[in-house]
């Protein structure tokens, strides 16, 4: 079974308003979580990683006051879309991982996101 | 910085074998996962390859050679549903990957 679970599947939400997507570790823990963005036909970009107790690292280009990221416990980082825009409709994915090894990484599911 | 290049569309008849190449030039290198991802999916985990060499798993094969910043993906004995992008992806530090931009596979009878 999933070992990441992401909430919601889908969400279509108008253009000004806020939305937040949720990124969860089951069954354990994890002290850093990453965000990825993909348009149609492209490959996945990292938006940011996301830090237990502390803020988040974003990559360049992304903007943070926009993409409010908080890792408020060790199985849990949300990814606030705020005052939302039609280009800012994506699918948003989140990854963790288990273990110190590189093979341990897993992804949620995938949160597509429809502004209108 | 992270450059990782792969073909962007690849076409192959079922049964036949296809090779998806990935070059990549990273600061900081610890492994090479390849992952499948149909539209619309998230990405699933195919292989990963910190070491060079061949990993072979059923029908799908990993190779690397870190010396030459290269990789392969080999698929064998096609099937219709391996018609997907895959997506070759390095991580260097911690558990953070920078993914290629990925080779979209069309299988055909």
């Known amino acids: 079974g999933a070992v990441v679970s992401q909430h919601p599947s889908w969400v279509i939400c108008k253009s000004g308003t806020s939305v937040k997507i949720e990124c969860r570790s089951l069954?354990?823990?994890?002290?850093?979580m990453f965000w990825y963005r993909q348009f149609p036909k492209q490959s996945l970009m990292l938006m940011a990683t996301?830090?237990?107790?502390?803020?988040?690292?974003?990559e360049q280009g992304v903007e943070k006051d926009k993409f409010l990221i908080n890792h408020a416990s060790l199985t849990l980082s949300t990814l606030t879309v705020t005052s939302a825009h039609p280009e800012d409709s994506s699918f948003y994915i989140c990854?963790?991982?288990?273990?110190?090894?590189?093979?341990?990484?897993?992804f949620g599911e995938g949160s597509w996101l429809t502004v209108v | 910085g992270q450059n990782i290049d792969q073909p962007t569309e690849m076409t192959a008849t079922e049964g036949a074998i296809v090779q998806i190449n990935c070059t990549y030039q990273?600061?900081?290198?610890?492994?090479l996962f390849w992952y499948q991802q149909h539209a619309g999916e998230a990405p699933t985990f195919l292989s990963y390859?910190?070491?060079?060499g061949l990993e072979e798993k059923g029908r799908f094969s990993s190779f690397l050679s870190r010396s030459k910043g290269y990789s392969y993906l080999l698929l064998k004995e096609l099937q219709m549903k391996d018609s997907a992008s895959y997506l070759c992806?390095?991580?260097?530090?911690?558990?953070?990957?920078?993914f290629g931009t990925g080779t979209r596979l069309q299988v055909t009878l």
């Open positions: 990854s963790a991982s288990q273990g110190q090894t590189g093979n341990t990484i897993y």
């Open positions: 069954d354990f823990q994890a002290t850093t």
């Open positions: 996301s830090n237990e107790g502390s803020k988040a690292t974003y």
């Open positions: 990273t600061s900081g290198f610890n492994g």
């Open positions: 390859n910190v070491l060079d």
């Open positions: 992806a390095v991580t260097g530090t911690a558990s953070k990957l920078t």
